[in-house]
């Protein structure tokens, strides 16, 4: 008795990789590397790493619920992730107490999701995608929104570059100099939440650190200036997205775990240059 | 870092200009953080281009008066003037050096980003970095003493060195008043000796007012003119001179202070030994046990006491006085 365990290369992957379902995949993948890169940099910054990963959890109650209403996926999850960043956000200012509170909200939602889930079948159906995401299946409508929030992202980053970064590498000594850092923070996770949202929809709500965080933290290592390490970023996240979709073109394996897996490559073999450096 | 020989430290801050606005003036000031008085009736003045020492007990709230002057806790009562303004309200002329400066960086920033933050960091919108930015950046890192060091990432330096990166941060924007809290906690000796040559520059070369908030005055002793002390809930100033005296500082550290000069002049403080309560527990140390921790590098524990003029001086300051706590 052998296992059934398909896997073999697909010789029609040229074909696949100009059907219309992964045109779509590939242009997302341009526009949510743009913003995880940037939004990734400050993420590190800032320490919020942890609460990058937990605003996916949060969001994930928004989507199981929205799916029970017959609401967008993206509405729901987008609004609960704002909520969750905005509630952070408040939340006190020493690391571990933030750390408990997040953690203690993460698991929560995560419980609330599974609940929601299982009120209605096509919620169930749903959450495969949600958890592990469902780049493949990304229309042209989430397309437009995807670009939209790109655009805002970057105006928004643009305008509020110096002070947050100030605040992000020096928060005292920004809010001595006069910047807002409370209201920096508002900023920069409600920025947080919208990133989370549309990159959710591309490796899901679990992996999604290896997304927005990996690639930023990577880059961190090698880039010489914060500007360079967005790009730098934003590319290693563009990588890692597209060297997926063209993976699991030839080879049956969810794109979500190509993904994943270039990005903690990348981050490795960063890591090893950086300590081989000092 | 040039070598500056302690001598030369206790030139006497520049004279009082026409312009004699005190650079901090608290009128009946108070303090409260979630209903509990941190300190109060705060009345006191103190002059341009001093250097200040603010020195009390753990939890006198010698932190709290810094932020009180960046004006970024309010008074629960009375008032406080920063250069002649409301404090908050001219913080682009105070440079200000938090105590965390040495906290892990996980930014890839470099020294020469962060100084031009200490710059431009405020400023919202688009702005391109002008040579005259640029200029004031290198002259900055220059005065901080580590003009060789624009390239390097936070994140390779020691903690000294992000020290001084702090430091030319605030300065970068030509402050009138410089803050710094606790600058000599996590610094060594030679690193400690390097730094009061800095502030001593500072303020004879530029005539810069400075508070320094410490827990230990001695390394400061040579270019102080006054000290903010927070003494039973109420901060006073007094100039050194005063200050200097065994029974106010055993009053304010809360334990036996002998105040004791040398021939050559130089005048430390440290505790009392025949005069200490039976029974409490000491954290003396011998010069030569002293000598032993800081046995690592040697030859930079003999400069550095040498520097400090211990040669003429068989029980240095530096290795009897500095266990105090």
New interface residues.
Partial sequence: MTADLKFAFDPGWQEVLTAPFMVNALIAGVLISVAAGFIGYFT??R?STFAAHALAHIGLPGATGAVLFGLPVSLGLGLFALGGALTIGALGKKASQREIATGTILAFAMGVGLFFSRLSSSAAEQMQSILFGSILTITQGQLLGFAIFDIVLLIVL???Y??L??S???E????????PVAVMNVVFMAMLAGVITISVQAVGTLLIFALVVTPAAAA??I????FR?MIGAVVICLVSIWGGLLVSSMFPTPPSFVIVTISTLIWAVARAIESRK? | MTTQHPSAATTPATPPTSDDTPIVEFSDASVSRGGHTIWSHGNFSIPKGTVTAIVGTNGAGKTTLLTIELGLLPLSHGHVRVLGKPAGSINDRIGYVPQSYASDIDSNITAEQSVGLGLTGARFGFHRQSAQDKQKISDALGMAGIADKASLRLSEMSGGMRQRVAIAQALVADPDLLLLDEPLANLDLAGQRGLVDVLSQLNSTFGMSIQVVAHDINMLLPILTGAVYLLDGHPHYSPIANVMDSKLLTHLYGTKVEVIKTPQGDMFVRPDQEEEPAGRRQHLHTPKEAASFHAEPKGAAERSASAAGATENPESPESSGRQAH
């Fill in positions: 590190v910054a320490r643009a305008v509020t110096r002070p970064l100030f992000s590498v020096d005292q000594v920004a809010q001595a100099k006069g910047v961190n290592g880039a010489r200036s914060p390490a000092h």
